[in-house]
Every structure is written in C-alpha cells, then in structure tokens.
C-alpha cells in the first residue's frame, strides 16, 4: 500500500500521528487476535463434544427403535428459544439461554408408561442439536472475527507501520537535504558578496 504524502512539515506531522496510532494499536489488536483464537479453540471443542453427545443419543435412541413406532412424536413441539447476546473479544456473540417445549396432552391410561420417558429423550435430542447448532454458529462468527482481526495485524505490521516508517524518512531525508543545500548556498553567496567587497576595495 503507497502513503500518499507531500515533502514538507505537515505532511511529517500527520504521518507521525497515523504511525503512532498504528503502533499504540498494535498490541491491543494482538491481544483480540489471541483471545479469539483461544474462543475458537475452545468453540471446536465444544462443538465436538456435543456431536460425540448427539451421536451418543442417537444410538439409546435407535436402540429403543421398535418401541418408538408406538410413540406419537407429535406430542413433543419447540414452543421458544431464547437467546441472549454475549461480548468475547468485542464480538456480539448470541447465546442459547433457554429451549421452551411444549408437550400436548396425553393419556397416560392408554399409552404405554415409557410415553415420559420418550418425551424426555426427545427433549434431550432436541435441546442437544440446537445447542449443537449455536456451538458451530459462534465457532463461525468467532472464526471470521479472528480473520478480519489477523488480516488487521498484518495490514498494520507488515503494511502499514513500515510504509509510515519509509514515508516519514524519504520526507526528513529531503527536508534535510534541503536545509544542507540552503545553508550551501548561503555560504557560496556569503563568499561571493566577500570576494565582491574585497575587489571594490582594492
């Protein structure tokens, strides 16, 4: 990336104000980058644990398979999910707060007496794949967030800082060799108004 800049005083003192933005964030953009990479390490193992839990499900579940024909898996429907924001690293992350099932009547009389049992197994299910759903959900927003956060830190630490830096030096190398030349010419008109004087007098 090119920094636009002229050869003089102002422009200086803006490049040193951008260059010192940059290398106080630095850091700060840093420490976001590792705190996220940690959430996301964290995400995936959590994400692989509820799979590992849902399969496990799963199968108790299939294991009572000839039973679950007699079972109306109707009775058992996700009234509400609620949700809450939570801030990691800065980013808005929703969180599973509470799963509402609403469970329709039945009799207990005509039904088998496992009928409980069911119910709660599929509330179980069902609670454990959404929960499972918001995991990976949040692995993918923690995963772009700590993209972005990485692509910024190497903008500013290979990019950004040094071309500052080159910007800033290229404008003081000319200013000073700008001064040098002033002072050179004065001392070369200096000399010739010396020599001038000097062959009036004689």
């Known amino acids: 990336m090119a920094i636009k800049f002229q050869y003089n005083k102002t422009s200086l003192q803006l490049l040193e104000k951008q260059l010192k933005i940059r290398v106080r964030t630095l850091p700060i953009i840093k420490n976001k980058e590792s705190a996220l990479r940690m959430e996301v390490k964290k995400s995936k193992t959590e994400a692989k644990t509820l799979e590992e839990k849902l399969e496990r499900q799963i199968q108790e579940y299939e294991a009572m398979f000839v039973l679950w024909n007699e079972f109306d898996s109707s009775l058992v429907k996700i009234k509400d999910v609620h949700l809450g924001v939570k801030k990691i690293a800065g980013v808005r992350i929703p969180s599973l707060e509470s799963i509402d099932f609403d469970v329709a009547r039945f009799s207990l009389f005509n039904n088998p007496k496992w009928f409980c049992d069911g119910i709660e197994l599929l509330k179980t299910l069902a609670g454990t794949a959404i929960e499972r759903e918001f995991v990976i959900a949040k692995l993918n927003l923690l995963e772009h967030a ?13 990019v950004q800082i040094p071309g500052y830096q080159d910007a800033l030096r290229k404008i003081k190398r000319f200013m000073e060799d700008e001064e040098n030349l002033s002072k050179s010419s004065q001392k070369i008109m200096k000399s010739h108004q010396e020599k001038r004087k000097e062959e009036v007098e004689i």
């Open 146 to 158: 700590r993209k972005k956060t990485t692509q910024k830190v190497n903008l500013f630490e290979k």
